[in-house]
Structure formats: C-alpha cells, structure tokens
C-alpha cells in the first residue's frame, strides 16, 4: 500500500514538471524570438507596475489603517467630521472596529417642492378642503391611499438612478427569473409523470436530474428575492427616517413645536417616526412581490393556460378572478382604520412607558409604583380590547378567504383541466391533441400525452392559484398598509404645516390668538432684547386660540443691562423667554433679538438642567459636539476653565476624564446640573444669557459668584427668578402680576439716584420715630425711679419692686443723685400709691403700644428696604 502510494505520489511529481518544463519552455522560445529592446521595455514595465502596485497597496493600506483609527477616536470622543459639502461623516461601531457613515442633510427645495404634495393634495383624493390635509381622513382602499402612497413613494425612490430604483429592478428581474422557473418546473412535472408512466427509465432519471438542478438554482432565486425584500425595505426606511429627522429636528423648533402648538399627531412622534414607519416600509417592499409578482404570474399562466386549455377557461378563469375578488373586498373588515388606531393605540402605550423611564426618580420618591401601574394596565387593556377586536373580525373573513381560495379554487380548477378531454372543441392545444388522437392515434400514447398535459396544467393551475390567492390576499396586506401609509403621511404632512407655518386657510374664521392669527414679527440680528407691544399668550393646540397672560409687553434690554425678570408663580415669566426664543407665536408686536442661538448671540438656560447622552465633554459644550468644539479652536483645558468658574473644576477627576460616557442625569445632584449649564454658558460665553431659575438649587454665596463672573465676561444676564436677593446683580427689574388681577407689569431700573434718595427719606423717617420711642423710654424710667421713692413704709425705704431693677441697671449714678435730690423736692411724695400705680398702668399700655407699632412698621420698611435690593 505503502509502496503503490509512493508511486502515485511520484507519478504525480512528474506529471507537474512536465508542465511546468513545458510551459516554461514556451515563455523561453518566446523570449528568445523576441528583440532585446522589447523584452527591457517589458521588464521596466513590469518593474514599474510592480512598484506602482506595491506603492497604492501600501497607501490604501496606511490610508484604510488611519480611517479606523480616527474611526475609533471619533467613536470615543461621541464626534464627527464635517464635510465641504455640508455632509457630515459618523462612525458607528461594528463588530470589532467601526463603519462609516456619511449623512447628507435634505435640501430646503426638496423641502419646497415636496409641500404641495403633503400640504395641498388634489381634491379628489379627498384629503381636507384642498388647504391643509385632514389627518382623520379614514385610511382604506381609496384615491387617498393612492395619492398619500405615491407622494411617500416619491419621497422613497427620489430619482430613478438612485440606489432604491436599482434595488427594485433587481428584485424585479428576480421575481421575474421564479415566474419563469415555475413555468420550466411544470412542464418538467409534466414531463417527469409521462415518462415514469412509459417506463422510460433513462428519460426517468434524466428529468430528475434536471429536476434537481433546477431546484437548486430556484432556491437560489428564493433567498435573493427574500433577500431583495429586505434590502428594499431597510432602504425606503434609511430614506423616510432621514428625510423625517431633517424636518423635525431643525432651525424651525418643529420638534417643540409639533407636539405643544400643532397636536397633529397627538402624544408624540417617536410612535410614527419608530413603529410605523418600519412596518410601512417592510408592508411597501412586500407589496412590490405580493402584488406584482402574482401580477406577472397571472398573466404568464394564464396566457400558458389559454394555450393549453382554450378561450373558455380563460374567461372562467378571469371571471373567477373579479367575482373572488369583488366579494372579499365586500366582506372585508376595514383592516386599513383598524391598523392605524392599532397603530395609535400602541404609540399612547409606548409613550406611558417612555414618562415612566423618564421620571423614575419622582415616582419612586412618591411611592407611585401603583398609580402608574394602572394607567399602563389601563392603556394596555384598551390596546388589547383593540387587538382582541380585529382577530375577532378576522376570523370569519380567513374563512371565507381560506375556503374561497383554497379549495373552491381547486376544484374549479379540476373543472377548467378537463376542458380538452371532454369538450375538446373548446379545449385549445390540448383539446387539438384529443381531436388529432381521435382520429387513429395510439391509445397508450394519447393517454399518456393526457396524464402529461394534465399534470402539467395542474401544476400550473395550482401555481395560478398561488398566485391569485396572494393577489387576493394583498387585498388584506393592502389594507393594512393604507393604514400604515396613512399615518406616515400625517405625520410628515404635519412636520411641513409647522415647518411652513401653514395654517392660514383664506375665508375661515381665525379664533384669536390661535396658530393662524399669527401677526407679529420676529427681528433676529439685534445688539439687545427688544419687546414692543407684544402679548404674552400660552397658545392652545391649533386650531384652538391661546390664553392670554400679558396683555402688551413692552422692554428693551441692551447689551450691559442686566435684567431680572420676578413676579409669582405661574404668572409668565418663563413664558416671555419662550416668546423671544422662538417656541411660542409672537402674536401681535415685535420682538427684537440677537441672531443666533448659542456663541456671539442669545443662549437660553431652561428651568429644567438638561444633560445630553454622551461624554462629560458633551455635557459643558452641548449643543456642540466634539468636531465643531475643535473648530472653534477650543480644548479641554477651556473647558476645565469654564468648570472651575462654575465650581466644578473637580467633575473630570471624579468622574474619570472627559471621554467618560454615564447617564448623566442621575449621576449629577440637582445644584451640579445647574453648576453645568452656568458652565456651558461660560464655554460659549454668548452676548446675552436668559437664566431661568438656573441657581436655584445652588447655594447663594456661590450664586453670587457665578452671577459675577458671568458678568465678568461680559455676558448680559436675562434672569427670571423669584429670589429678591439676585436683584443686585441687575440693573433693571420687570416686575410681573401687579395690579389686582394680578395682569399689570412694571419694569424699574434698580439701584438710581431717586431710588437711594428716597430709601434715604424713609430711614430718616424711622430714625426719628425710632428716637421718639427713645424719649418715652427715659420718661418711663423717671417715672420708674419716682415711683420707688413712693415705697416708704414708717419712715424705712422699702426695697423697690423686680421692674425699678432694670430701670435701675439702666441708670447712670449721676442720673441716680438727681433723682434723689428730685425725690427731696418734689411734693408729689405726698400722693397715694394707688394714684401713682393709676398713673404707671396707664403710661405702661401706652408705652407698648408705641413701642410694638414702631417696630412692626421699621421691621416692614426694613424689609421692604431689603427686597428692593438697593444698595445704600
Ligand atoms: N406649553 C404650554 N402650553 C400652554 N400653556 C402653558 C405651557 N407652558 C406653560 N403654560 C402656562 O403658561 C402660564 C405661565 O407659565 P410660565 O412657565 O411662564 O410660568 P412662570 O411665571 O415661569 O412660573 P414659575 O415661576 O413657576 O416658573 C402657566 O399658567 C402655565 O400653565
């Protein structure tokens, strides 16, 4: 064994070097014949290739090593790279390095050209007055549908060279590939049964080796047209989210704005932008092969079928088709509306979820664990009754479905197969064979030729019912996806009614002061904050009008004034910063403001710290990120700055460097959110700052320091604030509810000449009656002094009574001689006790009276004197 394997072994060697002998030999005579000038030409050539070769590999390589290193150090840092075009390039993490990303944002006149399709459809289609769509229009198989599909559509595929076209022809010429598979597989069938039947065993075992064959390559077709599907969906998605995230979370506040002025879609997006977006795209790719790849079937095997089976099956066929097709549309359950209050449904119980996760601390101080079980056990319960309803609804529609499609189909079927054996007049190719056989061919064969034809149009038939049983069953699929397509539209059509701010609608009546009676102007680019005649309103949601908390407002603040804006609770205080910022309508006036948000402009601090997911380097630059805190040629040792001044010099040590990603929320104490936003201020160092409450939860001595170097870097403050001590690091006060009704504003300047003169006027005023007390004291001690002299008792002085005591203490001794010399003079001694105690009781009262009505009123004005925060 040993032996015979050496020799094969050996045998092989040599079969290798003879070619190898003979191919080299080859290249040597060709070398040989060739000239000496045209082989050093060759061999510079290939030097220089392989050079050149070596040097891009090396390159791509160096080049492909520097992208994941920057890849993995952008992924750390939560950074970006802005391109020239506007673009900006992510990385993601992906498997063990990362992938990039490059994310172009959508044209403004993509924006522009897309609006008359969500915000003015064709009247026919039914959608609203022609103006503004309605989003209650009932999802279902309608010109709705059809126009809010086509517009998404445009949205999907925005160009026909685009990736999603490629996709979908790819799919396409799949599907096409399995319809005619399934036609070559019948005939096979076919041919396979006859040959079986003939005994014909080579024949036999040959078409199940093309039967094989075939079978591996139509799995291949399977899985790619899966494949296809998925790629197809995961596509329309990428373009759908992209395009909502560009019209949601831009300049124009739409994120605020859709969901506290708009209302259009109710509790919140994420429900529409998460959920339903997805199953909109999975049902839109589907659709593409659950409709139009039955459609190609249908026609190709019915074609195949006409020829085999003749014009009557054909029309039977078809009118098999329409009358199916007529009476499930009849009966089916509106599957379009139940969908899309599913839809809803889930997205109101999502949402409870999400505000739990959101204010799991003030749950769990209050012990509401409880509270919010029932509302989520309450909203699920609805959603379930919802769910429970529509299964209900379908089961009496699958069966009908299953019965219908599966097997009256069938057995119609058998009916249409049998069309050439006995009516072969009417029997088209087969019904010819029939007649030709009848007239002198072999028995055997012809049979034989039947089962064939039989068995191949059977297949056919079952592959026809296939199909049109999918076709009918779309009819569902589609359905379903009016509804999901129904509540996509809404939402985007609502993102372009607040991005346009089209709520006007000529010749209907505007309720004041709702989203359509917006009739102020917003001035950005101004060296202040300017207010002239403007209202304050809480809008309502539209078309509702707005509640009105100032009548007119009006102010200006310029850069160096520094304003604290006090008042009560609830009064609207932080209500003027969401006017000048941008949030709520101004409706009437004008309102004047610096240009941008943020460096060089006008940056708000909202009442509520907010800290954003990422590092610690995100939270003191937020709303920067890493790559736009780099252009601005800033470093962490500007950001150490910015926390040292805030106090917090100490975070990046104890939480373990810039980089360190925490759920920043729930690792900061309340005064350290705060000290980060005033740090976050002190980073972009912006011309104006509007503080809302911003140190309310930080201790005042380090309040006032903040407040100090704020001003030190020339930030003009905005400050709305109930605390009377902050006045004194502004210069003006906008005093809100005063007046009765509490509607009446006053803005004063803080700390002028006239104010001091006349806190001056009232101190003076209370030292004089302070010094009116003065006297009544000493005259009350004289009286004291006199009225111990009046204790004698046969002739001896009786010790005086606990109240001379303190008088006593109280006088000097020199004031104690006179008394006594006053004692010996005065006449009075001859006067009864009881005229003197008279005398005494009745000064006493007075005494207090004056002394308790002084000091309630200097405590007052003291008080007073405080709060204004003037600095005497
Ligand atoms: N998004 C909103 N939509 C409608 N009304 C609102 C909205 N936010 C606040 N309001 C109402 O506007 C009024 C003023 O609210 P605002 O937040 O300005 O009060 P504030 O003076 O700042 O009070 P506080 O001192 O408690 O912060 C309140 O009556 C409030 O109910």
């Known amino acids: 064994m040993a032996a015979q394997s050496t020799l094969r072994h050996s045998a092989a060697e040599e079969a290798i070097a003879a070619f190898v002998e003979k191919y080299s030999e080859i290249i040597r005579t060709k070398l040989r014949n060739t000239t000496r000038t045209t082989r050093l030409l060759c061999?510079?050539?290939?030097?220089?290739?392989?050079?050149?070769?070596?040097?891009?590999?090396?390159?791509?390589?160096?080049r492909k090593r520097a992208e994941k290193e920057q890849g993995r150090k952008l992924v750390r840092t939560n950074s970006w790279l802005h391109n020239k075009d506007g673009s900006r390039t992510i990385y993601v993490p992906y498997k063990d390095g990362t992938s990039k990303v490059v994310i172009s944002s959508t044209k403004p006149l993509t924006f522009e050209a897309h609006r008359r399709l969500f915000l003015n459809p064709p009247r026919v289609s039914g959608l609203g007055d022609g103006h503004v769509p309605s989003a209650q229009t009932k999802p279902g198989l309608n010109l709705a549908f059809l126009h809010q599909f086509l517009s998404l559509m445009s949205i999907m595929i925005p160009r026909w060279t685009s990736k999603e076209a490629g996709l979908l022809v790819s799919h396409g010429a799949f599907l096409m590939l399995r319809t005619y598979l399934s036609l070559v597989?019948?005939?096979?069938?076919?041919?396979i049964v006859r040959d079986l039947v003939a005994g014909n065993g080579k024949a036999f075992l040959l078409g199940l080796a093309k039967w094989c064959g075939l079978g591996g390559f139509a799995s291949y077709t399977n899985a790619m047209i899966k494949y296809l599907e998925s790629k197809v969906s995961i596509a329309f998605r990428t373009r759908l989210t992209r395009y909502i995230h560009d019209l949601y979370l831009n300049d124009n506040l739409n994120y605020y704005k859709l969901h506290n002025l708009d209302g259009g879609v109710g509790q919140g997006a994420d429900q529409y932008i998460t959920q339903d977006l997805t199953q909109f795209c999975a049902a839109a790719a589907n659709l593409y092969s659950s409709?139009?790849?039955?459609f190609v079937d249908i026609c190709v095997f019915n074609y195949q079928l006409y020829r085999s089976l003749g014009p009557l099956a054909l029309t039977g066929l078809l009118s098999n088709y329409f009358l199916t097709a007529s009476i499930l549309r009849k009966l089916s359950p509106p599957f379009g509306k139940l969908k899309a209050v599913e839809g809803r449904k889930e997205g109101d119980f999502r949402s409870l979820h999400a505000r739990l996760i959101a204010n799991a601390e003030e749950v769990a101080f209050y012990g509401g664990a409880e509270m919010e079980k029932t509302f989520l056990n309450k909203e699920f319960k609805s959603l379930k009754n919802w769910m429970e309803g529509i299964y209900m609804l379908k089961i009496r529609y699958n069966i009908l479905e299953d019965f219908i499609l599966k097997y009256s189909w069938?057995?119609?079927?058998?009916?249409?197969?049998?069309?050439?054996?006995?009516?072969?007049?009417?029997?088209?190719?087969?019904?010819?064979?029939?007649?030709?056989?009848?007239?002198?061919?072999?028995?055997?064969?012809?049979?034989r030729e039947r089962m064939k034809d039989f068995i191949t149009n059977k297949r056919l038939m079952l592959s026809l019912a296939d199909a049109g049983g999918r076709m009918m069953y779309s009819i569902k699929d589609l359905s379903e996806l009016a509804g999901y397509t129904s509540r996509v539209y809404t939402l985007i059509s609502t993102l372009h009614r607040a991005h346009a701010n089209a709520y006007y609608v000529r010749g209907r009546?505007?309720?004041?002061?709702?989203?359509?009676?917006v009739q102020g102007t917003t001035q950005k680019g101004f060296d202040g904050v300017r207010l002239e005649n403007v209202p304050i309103v809480a809008p309502g949601l539209w078309p509702q009008g707005g509640e009105e908390l100032i009548e007119s407002l009006s102010m200006?603040?310029?850069r160096g004034d520094h304003l604290l804006i006090s008042g009560p609770n609830g009064i609207g205080k932080s209500a003027i910063a969401r006017v000048i910022a941008g949030l709520w309508p101004v409706y009437r006036g004008l309102v004047s403001r610096p240009k941008n948000n943020g460096e060089d402009g006008i940056m708000f601090l909202p009442q509520r710290p907010y800290l954003s997911i990422g590092t610690l380097r995100d939270q003191v630059i937020y709303p920067d990120g890493e790559a736009d805190m780099r252009e601005k040629r800033k470093n962490e040792y500007d950001l150490k700055k910015a926390l040292d001044l805030a106090r917090l010099g100490y975070l990046p040590d104890r939480e373990g460097g810039w980089d360190t990603r925490k759920e920043w929320k729930d690792v900061l104490s309340g005064g350290e959110k705060q000290r980060v936003a005033i740090a976050r201020l002190l980073y972009h160092e912006p011309q104006f700052a509007f503080i809302d409450e911003g140190t309310s939860a930080v201790s005042s001595d380090v309040e006032g320091l903040l407040y100090e170097t704020c001003k030190e870097k020339g930030i003009t403050l905005i400050t709305i604030s109930t605390r009377a001590s902050l006045k004194k690091y502004h210069t003006y006060n906008l005093v809100l509810g005063l007046g009765e009704r509490g509607d009446e504003w006053e803005l004063q300047r803080i700390g002028t000449e006239s104010e001091k003169m006349h806190v001056e006027r009232e101190l003076q005023e209370l030292r004089e009656r302070l010094s009116q007390v003065e006297a009544w004291k000493a005259r009350r001690e004289e009286i004291e002094v006199e009225l111990n002299k009046v204790w004698v008792d046969s002739g001896e002085e009786l010790s005086p009574p606990s109240y001379a005591d303190i008088a006593?203490?109280?006088?000097?001794?020199?004031?104690?001689?006179?008394?006594?010399?006053?004692?010996?003079?005065?006449?009075?001694?001859?006067?009864?006790?009881?005229?003197?105690?008279e005398a005494k009781s009745v000064l006493d009262s007075e005494l207090t009276e004056t002394e308790s009505d002084t000091e309630t009123e200097t405590e007052r004005d003291v008080s007073t004197t405080e709060g204004s925060g003037i600095v005497v």
């Open 509 to 517: 009546e505007n309720e004041l002061y709702s989203l359509s009676d």
């Open 808 to 837: 006593k203490q109280n006088t000097s001794e020199e004031e104690q001689q006179q008394d006594q010399q006053q004692q010996q003079e005065d006449t009075a001694a001859e006067e009864t006790q009881d005229e003197y105690q």
């Open 410 to 447: 069938s057995a119609y079927g058998y009916l249409l197969s049998s069309l050439p054996v006995f009516l072969p007049a009417w029997g088209g190719l087969g019904g010819a064979t029939e007649q030709a056989g009848g007239h002198g061919g072999e028995k055997y064969g012809r049979e």
């Open 291 to 294: 409709l139009g790849k039955p």
């Open 556 to 558: 200006m603040i310029r």
């Open 43 to 62: 061999t510079l050539a290939l030097a220089t290739s392989i050079i050149l070769a070596g040097e891009g590999t090396r390159r791509r390589w160096k």
């Open 185 to 191: 597989v019948a005939r096979l069938d076919g041919e």
